[in-house]
T-cell receptor, first 112, second 112 residues
């Protein structure tokens, strides 16, 4: 049973446009969410996080939105750059635990 | 730079031949994790340590063992690797009370 789902395996966006990556979860007890970026042959790198008490968090070109009622979060990258081309994972943590459940990832390709 | 280091980066073993993967960290983090990631799948948590307190996931095969002799080092032992154990193995750390995990570059295991 996949508790964290990234339904789009891949996404292509033109340079300078907005990239929107989506993530859905099923467990209402998740209280903290992370986005990671992963380049080939490297480990995932932390990008941005959001707590369940917020609905938005911004860091430069990256914004994460959380819709708790829909159990949905999204990562917006504006403007997209070719260096953003990577696999993006969302991860969710259960309340009071150290454990994260990961989605299957979305491969973003930003076209120059 | 403080970091999470995994050795070796690539490991080839034979079916049934025990193998040990290594992870070290200079971050002085309390919590260390081992994940297994197969192609196009989500990283799957195998186990984690909070200091020396070992926490095994219920669905982690008995074939997988782990040791954490000190804060800095953690080992993953696969006692009798099968073809299905071929995967990327990711080590991660986090500070107790913090929300972000830091990943190493991973070890890609091939089983012949």
């Amino acid at each position: 049973d996949q508790q964290v789902k990234q339904n789009s395996p891949s996404l292509s966006v033109q340079e300078g446009r907005i990239s929107i990556l989506n993530c859905d979860y099923t467990n209402s007890m998740f209280d903290y969410f992370l986005w990671y970026k992963k380049y080939p042959a490297e480990g995932p790198t932390f990008l941005i996080s959001i707590s369940s008490i917020k609905d938005k968090n911004e860091d430069g070109r990256f914004t994460v939105f959380l819709n708790k009622s829909a159990k949905h979060l999204s990562l917006h990258i504006v403007p997209s750059q070719p260096g953003d081309s990577a696999v993006y994972f969302c991860a969710a943590r259960g309340s009071g635990t150290y454990k994260y459940i990961f989605g299957t990832g979305t491969r973003l390709k930003v076209l120059a | 730079d403080a970091m999470v280091i995994q050795n070796p980066r690539y490991q080839v073993t034979q079916f049934g031949k025990p193998v040990t993967l290594s992870c070290s960290q200079t971050l002085n983090h309390n919590v260390m994790y081992w994940y297994q990631q197969k192609s196009s799948q989500a990283p799957k948590l195998l186990f984690h340590y909070y200091d020396k307190d070992f926490n095994n996931e219920a669905d982690t095969p008995d074939n997988f063992q782990s040791r954490r002799p000190n804060t800095s080092f953690c080992f993953l032992d696969i006692r009798s690797p099968g073809l299905g154990d071929a995967a990327m193995y990711l080590c991660a750390t986090s500070r107790l009370g913090a929300d972000t995990q830091y990943f190493g570059p991973g070890t890609r295991l091939t089983v012949l």
